[in-house]
């Protein structure tokens, strides 16, 4: 691993990248993004990861936005980069993982094994600081458009050295990337897990059946998973709980879970379950459930439904709009102050200055309360935000690709109850005046130019949509109806 990277630093240095530059890794979980991820910090320059589950033109913004020098992509993946290729004028270099036919030997594009061939694998030590950015992760877009959340090594180095303390980490453990290793729980996860030297073990496309052989064949001891993925294994026939036995831990947060959906897990798979609570403004887990209060028999059986307790250097507290101080108890944005906020979100002053005050205090935009033992309680968002199976959609930027359709006159959307991913994106919509468009129409549409977790799965058609006096769309009256009798 360290000779590949550092012959990826070189090869990186050879296409222009220098310190502070940004390098896009375009591919499911694999060996190839660690070999990016370390040869670019042996540069001092930064990697980003797009959601590769993201559209052409979504991908092509993000690869634009940050002004990325090289491209690093998957031969999987190869007709949406054909796609998008024109649109990137400021990428120069374009390597293809898998040694994509029509790319290789083509003007500014090479195969990913030619390119680190030519190259030595010596470190070229380039000088970085505590503060500089090691990793780029692109949040969805509460305005509409993704932004940059820049990650500093000090941010890592906030986290890492808890995660021994916290969820046992150690040189021996086997650590499960099963989760995207563009979120902060694939990549910072796997991170955390290499900090210790310990095995780590990538799952590149996740399907139960196979995660459970997988856990046994590779003795997994540690894990990260969504709620959705442990629900999936507890309906999947045939694993059998034996499987499991070399597991000690298996962390979980990035989306609500149920009562029942856990207690089941902690039956199922015999392990410490901890909950972890974070952003990716926040390097990921700043709160923490630990697995003594994952009795759901216990007397603390409350607290299942609480994410946890602050960990190392981690200070919370609950504002109302204002930011001022709440009593415990009463409901309120959650803001966070420790190591681990981010530097800032990339070219976006004013959304850094929104998102972090002079203070070093984060806004969450999640709402919720503390008890009397310090324990932090999720009660809703402050933002209209949907979590469909741990992937953050923000209706805003569904809203904009929906709007230009032509039958179309207004749109909100909003995240509706679903068995499988917790709740989905529905669009309603006002149809524009003498124009005809069906459900399927408008989804077809969407799915064009959105990720397919983004895209609406059902849309209802309405005269007009509910406005308060100054025009702001009321959606939690659309809400409403479909959460009636829904926790």
């Known amino acids: 691993m360290r000779d590949r990277a550092a012959q990826a630093a070189q090869a990186l240095a050879a296409a222009g990248v220098g310190a502070g530059d940004r390098v896009a890794f375009f591919d499911k979980n694999s060996i190839e993004h660690f070999e990016v991820f370390f040869g670019a910090a042996m540069l001092n320059a930064v990697c980003v990861d797009p959601n590769w589950r993201l559209a052409g033109p979504e991908v092509q913004f993000i690869v634009d936005d940050a002004e990325a020098k090289v491209l690093v992509a998957s031969n999987e993946f190869a007709e949406l980069i054909d796609g998008i290729h024109d649109g990137l004028p400021k990428v120069g270099t374009t390597v293809v993982i898998g040694g994509h036919a029509t790319h290789t030997g083509e003007a500014g594009h090479t195969a990913y094994e030619a390119w680190l061939a030519g190259h030595e694998p010596v470190d070229p030590k380039t000088p970085s600081a505590p503060g500089d950015v090691a990793f780029q992760l692109y949040s969805s877009g509460t305005t509409g458009l993704p932004k940059g959340v820049m990650l500093s090594n000090d941010n890592f180095l906030g986290l890492l050295p808890a995660a021994k303390d916290i969820w046992g980490f150690s040189a021996d453990m086997v650590n499960l990337a099963a989760m995207p290793l563009f979120h902060i729980g694939g990549g910072g996860w796997a991170t955390a897990g290499m900090y210790y030297g310990c095995t780590t073990v990538l799952m590149r496309d996740l399907d139960p059946f196979a995660l459970a052989g997988l856990i046994e064949a590779r003795g997994v001891t540690h894990a990260f998973l969504v709620p959705a993925v442990l629900q999936f294994m507890l309906l999947t026939p045939d694993i059998d709980p034996s499987q499991f036995e070399s597991l000690q831990m298996i962390a979980y947060g990035a989306s609500p879970i149920t009562e029942d959906v856990l207690a089941r897990s902690v039956e199922m798979f015999g392990c410490d379950f901890w909950q972890a609570y974070g952003l990716t403004e926040t390097t990921g887990a700043v709160v923490n459930l630990p697995p003594e209060d994952h009795d759901p028999a216990g007397p603390n059986k409350h607290r299942l439904r609480s994410c946890g307790v602050p960990g190392p250097g981690v200070e919370l507290r609950i504002v109302d709009d204002a930011g001022n101080d709440l009593p415990t108890g009463d ?35 999640d709402a919720g309360y503390l008890d009397d033992d310090g324990y932090l309680y999720i009660h809703d968002r402050v933002k209209d935000m949907i979590v469909s199976g741990g992937e953050n959609v923000y209706p805003a930027e569904v809203e904009n690709a929906l709007s230009g359709h032509p039958a179309i006159a207004d749109v909100a959307v909003i995240g509706v109850p679903d068995d499988k991913w917790g709740e989905v994106p529905k669009a309603m919509v006002v149809r524009a005046a003498d124009a005809e468009a069906s459900e399927d129409e408008i989804i077809a549409y969407a799915r ?39 926790d």
Not at 463 to 480: D, M, Q, S, V
């Open 331 to 365: 409901v309120g944005e959650i803001v966070i102050r420790s190591p681990q906020v981010m530097v800032g979100y990339w070219n976006r002053p004013e959304a850094t200055a929104e998102a972090v005050d002079a203070e070093g205090w984060f806004r969450s935009g």
């Open 448 to 486: 064009e130019r959105l990720a397919g977790f983004k895209t609406p799965k059902s849309v209802d058609f309405i005269a007009e949509l509910p406005r308060n006096p100054t025009g702001k769309i009321l959606k939690k009256e659309l809400r409403a109806p479909f959460w009636e009798g829904r």
